[in-house]
């Protein structure tokens, strides 16, 4: 009896947003008295970030300090309408709506500004750290505090904005199923190492190595977090978790998280992450979304590892101690591939 | 360990922004680490009632009678729910978008077709005292043979699931009994291949497992006004839902949400918003209804099943000639989203790569079994597993590096896709050069010097000389109406234009393809009114039942 290591690679691409389009979100974004900005929305922060990207690209359109942001979300009677959070389409969809409504409200407070310095607007800048200058002059300024209160108190103008952002519907032809799904994709590539015991027929990752595209990643640590959550989660899907152990039979369907397995802290494999940033061209600042696709290559990349550790193919998931050892006996044994061996 | 390759695309970015790009903290972190952001559950109303559900021991029966008699005299009940409570007892989700017809109760009372389909409802003064409630109905069932695997489902003389649905099949376009995908001839193909691989695949059913489990918690507010603070991903679309199964103007509800304990896709269905503010309506109290983790594992709708069969002709060097797939997902009782997750399927075959001759058939079938829904990936998750562990069969009966395969087949910028529309932005070479690299994999000199900016396009932008189509599937009796219709025409995003763009045709030439009268060439196709759509899912339960994208004749 012996221990067999192999290694496995798969490659994905994913659709961003709503399949078809026609899923619209708004955002309206206002200045309060003190020159601070609120975005409100109807978005649902579920851990992802909602709040914190969106609030990243409210600062960065508006020109202001990211601290002088804050998102409220979601109550309907002040939030506008989302189509919500799910199909990976809160970054790329409510990005935008939030980058259209913030550029209304720059606009506002520049034209403010320009009210105040007895410039025009259009050759204002603002430096990100709460300052409005004439472009190539940085010593004729207002703040953007000065520049609200002056709009909001001394001129009469809310300083504020709207935004949608809509992919219309497309259609689907019923004969062909040509279709326009979706405006961008995002991309990965993964490689595991897994060691199967032909004993006990238990798989261990012990290593994964990625690279993923997901467009600009707006703030490298929501993506780290998803990236690692989300490759969890695929190593949980192809050798752990199902309600239905022995489908499509319905029995031993677990109840609680003793019965519902998934991996422990540690059947964790160090994951080397390579993030690739190809701007898709209608993101917001490039972004895709890199919440759903994560999890998907490690499902084929393990069930590829093991059949180079012990030559059994698993096309059923979960890839169980079970599944695996009866797949060994079949073949009268481990017979190890090696097919993607380290070259150096 | 991460690291960000920013040599990769560097042209495409601006890399010197204020705010983009930085590693700022969550707005909510402070909250979240202390413990005080509040969720759906922390609204812990004085004189809360609890909501618990009498649900189905049995696969598949028909309810003879339902005696709540002994129930309603259990201490600390206020009142127990039946289906003819619900103002409107049926519905299906994606009524909101026009698609679908409507097929599953509130509380059922004609039938159950999954083993805890919910009955009747106990509203209690604690949750203890409506679980024991619970244990006091009487249902008198007549059992049914029931149906749980897919391809038995669809077998003559199976069981019928879902009355609305008859074939156990759902319909698309009001015209098929399947999503269909036809681009070029894989017959004509896989006659002149090298070699054939076949492959069947199963993905398992898997449950979201957010730590907070789906609920809402519903009081009446001042001025007629119900407030409903809940776990939803879609607030508009939950509140939506609520209005039209209440039959109540949008504009009465107040919705609460935003911050919720992960969600992963399990969290859209919107079971839990009607029952509680139907609660609230009907006694006067704040109500909540949530779902423990027993409930949440068994009778929250799941990631669903999916069966994939793949066949593959592909040439001595490792191209893929033709890739044909059927699939079944199994959707459960009930339709929910599958239907809506395998257009979503349909969309992304054959996969990341440039295949010149592509066939799919695509089944939402329906068993009994606890109804799917969404979950990270939907759509595609399944499909990914499936391909994949088809690629390394491909490359092992050509005998290259599995990587090497991929490079090979990989699309890039220009070329055209099964979807009959033409690939843009893409990455995957890269993303498998960079894997190659870090796991000391070599590759050959053509896999290295490979891009997603180069070898794409010209001939490979061209849609196929001829596509095989058919009317296999072809059904009767339901309206025609695509998934689209209501909302405007197919002028949806094109791809950015490309030199090759222009000269591609609008479409499979027209004079090979066999007549399909409800076929509408989307170039000849009106241009899409503003997001109608989204107006339909801001408004009254009355629009709703009048719009369905198909509906029986």
């Not at chain 1, 609680?256 to 802290?265: Q, S, T």
Request: aromatic fraction near 6%; hydrophobic fraction near 40%.
């Amino acid at each position: 009896m012996a221990m067999h290591r192999g290694r496995g690679f798969a490659s994905i691409n994913y659709p961003i947003g709503m399949n078809l389009g026609g899923d619209p979100s708004q955002a309206l974004v206002h200045s309060n008295p003190d020159g601070k900005f609120t975005v409100a929305l109807s978005s649902i922060d579920l851990g992802q970030g909602m709040k914190s990207v969106t609030r990243q690209i409210a600062a960065e359109t508006l020109g202001i300090p990211v601290a002088d942001v804050y998102v409220d979300t979601a109550d309907s009677d002040t939030g506008p309408h989302c189509m919500g959070s799910f199909a990976s389409r809160g970054t790329h969809r409510v990005g935008n709506a939030v980058i259209q409504a913030a550029q209304e409200a720059r606009a506002v407070m520049l034209e403010a500004a320009a009210e105040e310095l007895e410039v025009d607007p259009a050759d204002l800048v603002t430096d990100g750290h709460g300052n409005i200058h004439v472009k190539g002059a940085p010593s004729r300024s207002i703040t953007t505090m000065a520049a609200c209160q002056a709009a909001q108190f001394k001129q009469g103008r809310t300083v504020s904005g709207r935004g949608i952002f809509l992919i219309p519907l497309s259609e689907v032809d019923p004969d062909t199923g040509e279709m326009t799904p979706v405006s961008c994709f995002a991309h990965a590539a993964m490689l595991v190492e897994v060691e199967v015991d032909d004993e006990t027929g238990e798989v261990s990752v012990l290593d994964m190595q990625s690279a993923y595209e997901l467009g600009r990643a707006l703030n490298p640590k929501l993506v780290e977090q998803q990236l690692i959550g989300g490759a969890w989660m695929g190593m949980s899907h192809v050798l752990w978790e199902t309600t239905e152990p022995y489908y499509p039979d319905r029995s031993h369907g677990p109840v609680d998280f003793n019965h519902y397995l998934m991996p422990g802290p540690g059947d964790l494999a160090p994951h080397h992450i390579s993030v690739l940033e190809r701007p898709a061209p209608d993101g917001p600042f490039g972004g895709k979304g890199p919440g759903e696709m994560c999890a998907n290559p490690v499902l084929p990349a393990v069930a590829n590892a093991v059949y180079d550790a012990v030559g059994v193919r698993i096309d059923e998931l979960p890839i169980t101690p079970e599944k695996v050892l009866r797949g060994i006996r079949a073949n009268g044994g481990a017979r190890p591939k090696m097919r993607l061996a380290r070259t150096r | 360990m991460i690291e960000f390759r920013k040599e990769f695309f560097a042209n495409e970015r601006d890399d010197n922004l204020n705010e983009i790009g930085k590693p700022t903290r969550r707005q909510d972190i402070l909250g979240h680490v202390t413990g005080r952001s509040p969720y759906f559950d922390d609204h812990l109303f004085e004189g809360l009632l609890h909501i618990r559900c009498v649900r189905s021991p049995h696969h598949h029966a028909r309810i003879r009678r339902i005696d709540i008699s002994a129930a309603e005299k259990m201490p600390g009940v206020v009142r127990v729910l039946l289906g003819n409570d619900v103002p409107l007892n049926l519905n299906t989700l994606l009524s909101l978008l026009d698609f679908g017809l409507d097929d599953e109760p509130v509380l059922s009372e004609t039938k159950v077709a999954y083993k805890g389909e919910p009955v009747a409802a106990i509203i209690a003064e604690s949750e203890a005292q409506a679980r024991a409630a619970v244990k006091m109905v009487k249902v008198e069932w007549e059992v049914l043979p029931h149906v749980l695997d897919v391809e038995d489902a669809l077998k003559p003389g199976a069981p019928v699931v879902c009355d609305v649905y008859p074939t156990n099949k759902f319909i698309y376009h009001g015209k098929f009994d399947h999503q269909k995908l036809r681009y070029g001839d894989v017959e004509e193909a896989f006659a002149r291949a090298d070699h054939i691989v076949e492959g069947r695949y199963q993905m398992s059913p898997i449950e979201q497992a957010p730590m907070e489990t789906c609920g809402a918690i519903a009081a009446p507010e001042v001025n007629d006004r119900y407030v409903c603070f809940t776990s939803t991903q879609g607030l508009f679309f939950s509140l939506g839902t609520a209005a039209k199964l209440l039959t109540m103007p949008s504009s009465r509800l107040h919705f609460v949400g935003g911050t919720v304990g992960g969600g992963f896709g399990g969290k859209v269905d919107s079971m839990h918003e009607p029952l509680a503010i139907l609660g609230a309506m009907l006694t006067g109290r704040p109500c909540k209804y949530a779902w423990d983790r027993e409930e949440e594992m068994q009778v929250g709708a799941p990631r669903g099943a999916e069966r994939w069969y793949i066949k593959d002709g592909v040439a001595r060097d490792g191209r893929i000639l033709a890739r044909k797939f059927t699939g079944y997902f199994d959707s459960g009782a009930y339709t929910r989203l599958s239907s809506y997750a395998i257009i979503k399927g349909v969309g992304h075959l054959p996969g990341p790569y440039t295949i010149p001759n592509v066939y799919a058939d695509v089944f939402c079938v329906y068993t009994n079994r606890t109804p799917a829904t969404a979950m990270r990936g939907f759509g595609i998750t399944g499909v990914d597993f499936a391909i994949e562990a088809h690629m390394d069969k491909v490359a092992e009966t050509v005998g290259m590096n599995p990587i090497g395969l991929r490079i090979l087949n990989s699309y890039r910028d220009g070329d055209m896709k099964a979807h009959r529309r033409l690939a843009k932005n893409c990455a995957l070479v890269e993303c498998c050069q960079v894997v190659a690299e870090k796991g000391g994999v070599a590759l050959s000199q053509e896999s290295r010097s490979a891009t997603s900016l180069t070898g794409g396009g010209g001939e490979r932008a061209r849609l196929p000389a001829r596509t095989a189509t058919d009317q296999n599937g072809a059904v009767s009796g339901f309206r025609g109406g695509n998934y689209a219709r209501k909302g405007g025409g197919a002028s949806g995003p094109q791809p950015a234009a490309m030199p090759v763009a222009a000269a591609v045709p609008a479409y499979a030439s027209s004079q090979q393809r066999p007549a399909a009268p409800a076929y509408q060439p989307s170039a000849t196709a009106p241009p899409a009114a503003p997001a109608p759509a989204a107006e339909t899912a801001r408004h009254g339960a009355l629009r709703f039942s009048s719009l369905s994208g198909f509906r029986r004749r």
